[in-house]
């Protein structure tokens, strides 16, 4: 490794992408490693998130908030395109992975460094993601993963990164696995690895259980242009404040939770908890307005490309020329999706009720 010399690391502020700081440093050799640091609508404070890659050793921290080209250039196509892997999955958290991955190699570029790098252990889809991204889009970059080599227990991690002046968690570990972004939070581990093991209520944080749900339903209107959701309830609204608001609708009346045990790109088979309220309702209302707006073989021939489209994107297939290609089909068969969809909430539910 002694020929890099600067890397650019993917940083969330957690004890793996922390501890990656001095370890590519002492065990690669590399002096200048610059951390960046997404904003997706996390809700996380991410100043003290800056101050922490400085204090473990990165020369430059940097975070950037990408909210809306997030919704509008990843979560609306996905709109579009009714895109929900194995049928269920609404793809909140790979949809963000390849925003990641560009940025990361454009800050490379900008900087002059020789390699990027990711805190991804060897069990997940991420580490595919970013991998096929940025091998897609600068092939000349090295890709450093420190987590999935170094062997270290989670102990004896958190016990690496106190030697370099890294404080260990101060909250008891939460059991669970958890990814947020604006489009939904996936959770797994812990208990929930029985797959016959309820969630507890505590896995929840986006969504009313059935029962702290309003009795009475509520009934909303989503309006659609050419594809696109742009109004809710009448009133129309900016990309980012019409998931936000979307999110709080639904998940007030408990819909957008998915159990599911899905196939990784890695072989394995995890159980994983999603909550997507606002994605999922959009594309359900989306689907709905396509049944009335395009003809029977169009709507045919899309189902079975919507499927490969929601495989590309989980596999982390972004920058290829099928996902391109399947792009263009797409956009020509939305240009005459618009109108209005009434959806009616209530206890988990949302039913189409109407649709102009």
């Given at each position: 490794?002694?020929?890099?010399?600067?890397?650019?690391?993917?940083?969330?502020?957690?004890?793996?992408?922390?501890?990656?700081i001095?370890?590519?440093?002492?065990?690669y050799?590399?002096?200048?490693?610059?951390?960046?640091?997404?904003?997706?609508?996390?809700?996380?404070?991410?100043?003290?998130?800056?101050?922490?890659?400085?204090?473990?050793?990165?020369?430059?921290?940097?975070?950037?908030?990408?909210?809306?080209?997030?919704?509008?250039?990843?979560?609306?196509?996905?709109?579009?395109?009714?895109?929900?892997?194995?049928g269920?999955?609404?793809?909140?958290?790979?949809?963000?992975?390849?925003?990641?991955?560009?940025?990361?190699?454009?800050?490379?570029?900008?900087?002059?460094?020789?390699?990027?790098?990711?805190?991804?252990?060897?069990?997940?889809?991420?580490?595919?993601?970013?991998?096929?991204?940025?091998?897609?889009?600068?092939?000349?970059?090295?890709?450093?993963?420190?987590?999935?080599?170094?062997?270290?227990?989670?102990?004896?991690?958190?016990?690496?990164g106190e030697?370099?002046?890294?404080?260990?968690?101060?909250?008891?570990?939460?059991?669970?696995?958890?990814?947020?972004?604006?489009?939904g939070?996936?959770?797994?581990?812990?208990?929930?690895?029985?797959?016959?093991?309820?969630?507890?209520?505590?896995?929840?944080?986006?969504?009313?259980?059935?029962?702290?749900?309003?009795?009475?339903?509520?009934?909303?209107?989503?309006?659609?242009?050419s594809?696109?959701?742009?109004?809710?309830n009448?009133?129309?609204?900016?990309?980012?404040?019409?998931?936000h608001e979307?999110?709080?609708?639904?998940?007030?009346?408990?819909?957008?939770?998915?159990?599911?045990?899905?196939?990784?790109?890695?072989?394995?088979?995890?159980?994983?908890?999603?909550?997507?309220?606002?994605?999922?309702?959009?594309?359900r209302?989306?689907?709905?307005l396509?049944?009335?707006?395009?003809?029977?073989?169009?709507?045919?021939?899309?189902?079975f490309?919507?499927?490969?489209?929601?495989?590309?994107?989980?596999?982390?297939?972004?920058?290829?020329?099928?996902?391109?290609?399947?792009?263009?089909?797409?956009?020509?068969?939305?240009?005459?999706?618009?109108?209005l969809?009434?959806?009616?909430?209530?206890?988990?539910?949302?039913?189409?009720?109407?649709?102009?």
């Amino acid at each position: 490794m002694g020929s890099i010399r600067k890397v650019v690391l993917a940083y969330s502020g957690g004890v793996d992408t922390s501890v990656c700081i001095p370890y590519l440093k002492e065990e690669y050799g590399i002096q200048d490693v610059i951390a960046f640091a997404a904003d997706l609508g996390q809700g996380d404070e991410l100043e003290p998130i800056r101050q922490k890659a400085i204090q473990a050793g990165a020369s430059k921290s940097l975070v950037e908030d990408l909210v809306s080209p997030f919704v509008e250039d990843f979560a609306f196509p996905a709109i579009r395109a009714n895109a929900l892997y194995e049928g269920r999955y609404p793809l909140s958290t790979a949809l963000a992975r390849p925003l990641i991955a560009k940025r990361l190699v454009d800050i490379a570029f900008q900087y002059g460094a020789d390699a990027v790098a990711h805190g991804c252990t060897g069990k997940g889809n991420d580490q595919v993601r970013f991998d096929v991204a940025i091998g897609s889009l600068a092939p000349h970059l090295k890709v450093l993963t420190p987590a999935r080599t170094w062997g270290m227990s989670r102990e004896e991690t958190i016990a690496y990164g106190e030697k370099f002046g890294i404080p260990a968690p101060v909250n008891k570990k939460s059991p669970y696995s958890i990814d947020l972004n604006l489009l939904g939070r996936s959770v797994e581990a812990g208990v929930l690895e029985d797959p016959m093991i309820v969630p507890p209520d505590e896995v929840f944080a986006m969504t009313s259980s059935i029962k702290n749900a309003p009795d009475h339903f509520e009934d909303i209107e989503i309006r659609f242009k050419s594809g696109n959701p742009v109004a809710l309830n009448g009133v129309n609204k900016d990309p980012v404040a019409l998931i936000h608001e979307a999110n709080i609708l639904a998940g007030k009346h408990g819909f957008g939770r998915i159990d599911m045990i899905e196939n990784r790109v890695v072989g394995i088979k995890s159980r994983e908890i999603y909550e997507t309220p606002g994605l999922l309702l959009l594309i359900r209302a989306h689907q709905e307005l396509e049944t009335l707006t395009l003809p029977a073989d169009v709507l045919n021939t899309k189902s079975f490309l919507e499927k490969q489209w929601a495989n590309l994107v989980y596999q982390g297939l972004w920058f290829t020329p099928l996902k391109e290609a399947l792009d263009s089909f797409i956009d020509k068969t939305q240009e005459n999706v618009g109108g209005l969809v009434r959806i009616r909430l209530h206890k988990g539910n949302a039913i189409i009720i109407g649709r102009s």
